[in-house]
C-alpha cells in the first residue's frame, strides 16, 4: 500500500465526531458551556482518527510525523436546531460519522427521527452518557469504542463500495494485555494513555484483566493519594506517562526515521500545559447575581468556586465539609477540570502531544496577582516601578512552581527539548 496516498487533509478515512446538543441559555462565570458538559470527547478519546489506523500494515503515526501533519481528531458541534440542515448539506457523504446525541437534549427524539430517515449505514449513533432509554429507536447504535470499531469493521465492505478508491483492508483488534508497564487511574494519566493509544492505534482493545482487582487498586491509590496530599506523588507519576509520549518521537529521531528540518527545530512535540485558576472576582460575580447573598447554598457555592487543590490534587476542605458539599464540589469544579482535561485532550491530538494539568489554584497567589490589577496599570508604566515589577515577577515566578511543580517535573520540563503551549486565565506568558 503506497502511504503517500493516505496522508492529506481530510481524506475519505478520516471519521468524523459530531456532537448534537440543544442551545443552552443557562450561563455561569464558574461553569464550562453546558454544551460540553457530558462525556462526547470520553467517548472520541478512545476512537481512532483514521479507519487506516486498523490497518496492521500501516504506521499511521509515523507517517504523520514524517509528513508533519497536523491532524487533529475531526470533533465537532451542531445544535439539534441546525441538524436537519447538515443531514442536507451531507447527503453524498460517504465519510464514517460518529453522531454523539447528548442525552440532556430536549430535542433528542426529533434527532432520531432525523436520522432513522437517512438510513445512512455509514453513520453510526451513541449517547453521549455512553446508555438512553431511547437505544432500541436509533439504527446503527454503537454502545461503546469497542462496538463502534466492530461496526466499522462489519461494514466496511459498504464503505468501500461507496468510497472505490479506497484500496485497503481493516481487522478488528484482538483482545490483549496491556503493553504499557505502568498503570494509573488517576484522570491527568489516563489522558496521557489515552495519547499512548492514539499514538500505537491500539483501539478498541479489551484487556486482559481482574476488573475487582482494578476497582481495588483504583481505591487504595486514591486513600493513598489523600493521605500525601502535600506530596507531589500524583504529578510525578504523569511524568513517568508524558515520557513514554515523548520517547516515542525520540525513537524515531535515533532512527533517522524523522529527520529534524533544521538544527533549532525542537525533537519533541509541544506539551500541553493546563494551569487552572480560580479568580476571585468570579465569587464577587456571583454573589452579586445571586438572589439570596448569605444563604447556605449560596455561601457553600461561593466557597467551592474560591477553592484550591494541594500539590497532590486534593480538594481538602470538601472532605471535611461532608458529603453534600463534596457532590457540589464534584458538579463545578469537577466538571471545570474535566472541560479542561477535554480541551488540553484536543489540542494534543494535532501532534500527539504530552498533557499536564496543574493543581487548582487561586487564593493563596492572589496577593502577588493584585499587582497586575488594570487599577494598577498606570503606576506600572513608571521608570521608578520597573524594579518593582521585576521583582514581583519573580516572587510570582517562584511562588507558581514551589505550588504548582514537583522537582521531578521542573527539572524535567527545564530539559525537555520541546515548546510548551499553556491553557490558562493566570497571567503566565511574561513569567520566564
Known amino acids: 500500500m503506497r502511504m503517500s496516498k493516505y496522508t492529506g487533509t481530510k481524506q475519505q478515512t478520516e471519521i468524523i465526531y459530531l456532537l448534537i446538543g440543544d ?17 462526547s470527547i470520553k467517548v472520541v478519546r478512545s476512537c481512532p482518527f483514521d479507519l487506516i489506523q486498523l490497518n496492521s500494515e500501516f504506521n499511521y503515526t509515523e507517517t504523520k510525523k514524517v509528513h508533519h501533519l ?4 475531526d470533533f465537532r458541534f451542531i445544535y439539534t436546531d441546525d441538524f436537519e440542515a447538515y443531514l442536507m ?11 454523539i446525541l ?23 449513533t ?7 432509554s431511547e437505544v432500541n429507536d436509533v439504527i446503527n447504535y454503537v454502545s461503546d469504542s469497542h462496538n463502534f470499531i466492530e461496526s466499522i469493521v462489519d461494514k466496511y465492505d459498504k464503505f468501500k463500495e461507496a468510497n472505490t478508491q479506497i484500496d485497503f483492508d481493516i481487522t478488528k483488534p484482538e483482545i490483549q494485555d496491556d503493553y504499557l508497564p505502568i498503570k494509573s487511574n488517576f484522570s491527568i494519566a489516563l489522558l496521557n494513555t489515552a495519547v499512548i493509544h492514539d499514538i500505537f492505534s491500539t483501539y478498541s482493545v479489551k484487556r ?58 525542537p525533537k519533541l512535540e509541544p506539551l500541553i500545559l493546563i494551569a487552572p485558576f480560580n479568580n476571585s472576582d468570579v465569587v464577587k460575580i456571583f454573589r452579586n447575581h445571586s438572589s439570596e447573598n448569605s444563604n447556605p447554598l449560596t455561601n457553600s457555592i461561593s466557597s467551592i468556586i474560591s477553592s484550591e487543590q494541594t500539590s497532590n490534587y486534593i480538594f481538602d476542605v470538601f472532605a471535611r465539609r461532608g458529603m453534600e458539599d463534596l457532590q457540589l464540589a464534584k458538579a463545578i469544579q469537577g466538571r471545570k477540570l474535566t472541560y479542561l482535561d477535554d480541551i488540553g485532550y484536543l489540542h ?17 497567589i492572589n496577593r502577588e496577582l493584585s499587582f497586575f490589577k488594570t487599577d494598577f496599570h498606570s503606576a506600572l508604566g513608571k521608570p521608578k516601578n520597573r524594579e518593582n515589577i521585576s521583582k514581583t515577577m519573580r516572587k510570582l515566578g517562584k511562588s507558581l512552581k514551589d505550588k504548582l511543580l514537583s522537582n521531578k517535573t521542573a ?16 497571567p503566565v506568558e511574561w513569567n520566564y
Not at 497536523?70 to 481528531?73: D, E, Q
Not at 447528548?102 to 453510526?124: A, G, V
Request: with cysteine; glycine share 4%; net charge neutral.
Open 70 to 73: 497536523k491532524n487533529p481528531k
Open 208 to 265: 486482559k484483566g481482574d476488573r475487582a482487582q482494578s476497582i481495588k487498586d483504583a481505591g487504595e491509590a486514591s486513600s493513598f493519594a489523600h493521605n500525601n496530599k502535600n506530596s507531589f506523588s500524583r504529578q510525578d507519576e504523569v511524568i513517568e506517562f508524558i515520557k513514554i509520549v515523548d520517547n516515542y518521537s525520540i525513537g524515531l529521531l535515533s532512527t533517522n526515521t524523522l529527520p529534524k528540518l533544521n538544527e533549532v527545530d
Open 126 to 132: 451513541c449517547f453521549a452518557a455512553g446508555t438512553n
Open 23 to 39: 442551545r443552552r441559555d443557562e450561563k455561569a462565570p464558574f461553569f464550562p458551556p453546558l454544551e460540553f458538559v457530558n462525556e
Open 102 to 124: 447528548d442525552d440532556n437534549s430536549k430535542k433528542i427524539n426529533q434527532t432520531i427521527e432525523l436520522i432513522n430517515k437517512r438510513k445512512n449505514e455509514l453513520w453510526f
Open 348 to 364: 494534543s491530538s494535532f501532534t500527539n502531544s504530552p498533557v499536564l494539568r496543574l493543581p487548582l489554584k487561586g487564593r493563596s
Open 411 to 426: 527539572d524535567y520540563i527545564k530539559s525537555r527539548d520541546g515548546q510548551i503551549v499553556v491553557i490558562s486565565d493566570l
Open 89 to 99: 448539506e451531507n447527503e453524498n457523504q460517504n465519510r464514517i460519522h460518529l453522531l
